[in-house]
């Protein structure tokens, strides 16, 4: 007799069986995870990045639409939201990272405001750019090219990319707008360049009561902590009217008609009045996208324990493949570039070791196309004090860094220092990048450098050089 045919044999449970298969497909054992982590984890991350829904469709609304800016408003974030869902599901499954992707800000506001405005370049015309760049992305990924780009950023550079992002998040998230729902609490003066903001400003006051809520949730080592503590943000927001309450919960999307496949379209733009254009637009998006993701995931890869000593990351070829699929996908829905999120460091903050984490991301991705409206009263300062807690915890990779050997303390200082000064992870990366080698061949020590680490510091220095001579890229 079969055993499962005796009277008190205990039927299987397939909701028990289809949880195993997760757990043994994304490695929960091997990774020191469980559901509930994973899940809370790709919640947070969701929460700290799920302003680009709002913020991206309005950045490129000035460029895309067609007749008057913002009719293509609606169109743009289901785009946004198409996109992200995409290329974090495949980072997800083919790496198993908690990795999320999204339209890049600042790549946004180029292609919006330097490309189409600022050089008339049709936007048709310019999301094949982003298509082009994408298509050379995969191409670089399948060389190895970007893995070893990777592997020959120094050590002590990965270590510094890991605190300069969290310095990075921590300033992003103290110097929002509050007249757009930032935080303001470091705002712009023009004699002193930044300064404390004001402090009778509401937003202001409920995003430092935010900061504390967090603090005390995390230092009483509650579970999910930077989710609560944004959660009870918003809602501390909502109640004393410093954000408008959700005014629905759900609407049904509409598909982005006017947008899809218009970056296939636009290759018939391209003429040989804007190919040289082009093609300095192009490699921009590449160069700026290319040292964004590979400082985001050696920053995000350090903190999460992913850094192998000789300084791999396992997986890369999988985890920059997705970022190449993104960009590509993004662009034919009709979005810019698409980059790993430095935001991802909230959830890996949280416990996230696996792609079930980015799994969790995408589908909140997927899901929000119907509930926009529910989504979007987030306030922007509502995310701001988990994002301080995360660049707290990014910023103990300092003492990592051999501080008594200028070789290491003089680039890993920069990269720290320009990235959020400049406002990008590329800059502060490139900065030290070049400083690197130099350092070691003053000490005498070029022995200890490699040719693709002068390689690099080459492209950068010929990369600021360009910028010099043209000062609208």
């Not at 970007?146 to 992003?172: D, M």
Request: glycine content about 10%.
């Amino acid at each position: 007799m079969n055993p499962d045919d005796r009277p008190n044999a205990i039927p299987p449970n397939p909701n028990q069986n289809f949880q195993l298969a997760i757990a043994r497909f994304f490695k929960f054992r091997e990774n020191h995870t469980n559901f509930r982590t994973e899940i809370i984890a790709g919640v947070t991350t969701f929460m700290t990045m799920a302003y680009i829904l709002a913020v991206n469709p309005a950045i490129l609304s000035n460029a895309i639409f067609l007749e008057r800016s913002g009719d293509l408003f609606g169109e743009l974030v289901i785009a946004t939201a198409l996109s992200s869902a995409i290329a974090t599901l495949v980072m997800a499954v083919t790496s198993n990272y908690p990795f999320a992707l999204a339209p890049g800000m600042g790549l946004n506001a180029f292609f919006a405001f330097s490309v189409v405005i600022g050089l008339g370049i049709e936007w048709r015309v310019a999301l094949s750019a982003i298509f082009i760049e994408g298509i050379l992305f995969i191409l670089l990924t399948l060389s190895k090219v970007r893995n070893q780009i990777i592997q020959a950023i120094p050590e002590c550079l990965k270590h510094a990319t890991a605190a300069g992002i969290g310095f990075f998040l921590a300033y992003v998230a103290l110097s929002g707008d509050p007249a757009t729902g930032g935080a303001g609490i470091i705002v712009a003066n023009p004699v002193t360049i930044t300064g404390l903001g004001n402090l009778r400003e509401p937003a202001t006051l409920v995003a430092i009561a935010g900061i504390v809520i967090t603090s005390a949730a995390v230092a009483r080592r509650i579970t999910g902590a930077l989710l609560w503590g944004i959660l009870a943000t918003a809602i501390l927001g909502w109640i004393l009217g410093v954000a408008p309450p959700p005014q629905g919960i759900a609407a049904f999307p509409a598909f982005p008609a006017h947008l899809f496949g218009q970056a296939i379209a636009g290759l018939a733009g391209i003429r040989a009045s804007n190919l040289w254009d082009l093609i300095a637009v192009t490699f921009v998006f590449l160069f700026v996208d290319l040292f964004d993701t590979i400082g985001t995931l050696a920053g995000v890869g350090i903190q999460a324990g992913y850094i192998r000593e000789n300084g791999e990351l396992p997986r890369a070829t999988e985890a920059l493949m997705a970022d190449a699929i993104g960009t590509t996908a993004g662009a034919i829905l009709g979005t810019s570039t698409v980059t790993t999120y430095i935001e991802s460091a909230a959830g890996v903050a949280e416990g996230g070791r696996t792609g079930f984490t980015g799994v969790t991301t995408a589908l909140l991705f997927l899901l929000s196309i119907f509930f926009i409206p529910l989504f979007q009263s987030v306030p922007g300062f509502a995310t701001a004090p988990a994002l301080v807690i995360v660049g707290v915890l990014m910023a103990g990779n300092v003492r990592r860094i051999r501080w008594d050997d200028p070789a290491e303390s003089i680039p890993s200082f920069l990269t720290i220092l320009v990235m959020p000064l400049s406002f990008s992870i590329a800059e502060g990366l490139a900065v030290g990048a070049i400083a690197y080698p130099l350092i070691k061949s003053f000490q005498g020590k070029t022995r200890e450098t490699t040719l693709t680490q002068w390689i690099l510091a080459a492209i950068f220095v010929l990369r600021f050089v360009y910028m010099a001579v043209t000062p609208s890229l």
